[in-house]
């Protein structure tokens, strides 16, 4: 439970950064700026120059394959990364929470032990 805890208190302290970069990650893979293609649109350009590859030389098609398999892979990962920016919230109560729970835990550490099974 202590981990879990943990974990949940650096989610939630950090909410604002987690969203952040999730939508930091997911503007360069899906949907780029103003300075620069998003990933998923270059390579889209690769993987048409590929096909021109493979018109003229056969042998290629796997690498355009895998090129397009690697962008179906990009669109699956930008939307996992806008799912879970989604759910990222800010909580002050839950966090409130989380805190007094985890100071209980190392109040009862340092009277029964350090090891939470001690406890």
Known sequence: EEQE???ERTRLANAEQLREL?????????EGGEERES???????????LSG???LDPSTEGLRESAE????????LSGSLREYRDRIEF???RLGHVEERLALIHSLQRKYG?????V
């Open 5 to 7: 805890l943990v974990e």
């Open 22 to 30: 999730a939508d930091e990650a997911q503007i360069a893979l899906y």
């Open 39 to 49: 990933a998923l649109d270059q390579l889209q350009a690769s993987v048409r120059a």
């Open 53 to 55: 590859l493979a018109r």
């Open 69 to 76: 398999a690697v962008g179906y892979q990009l669109e699956d």
């Open 91 to 93: 909580d002050p109560r």
């Open 114 to 118: 350090d090891q939470i099974e001690d």
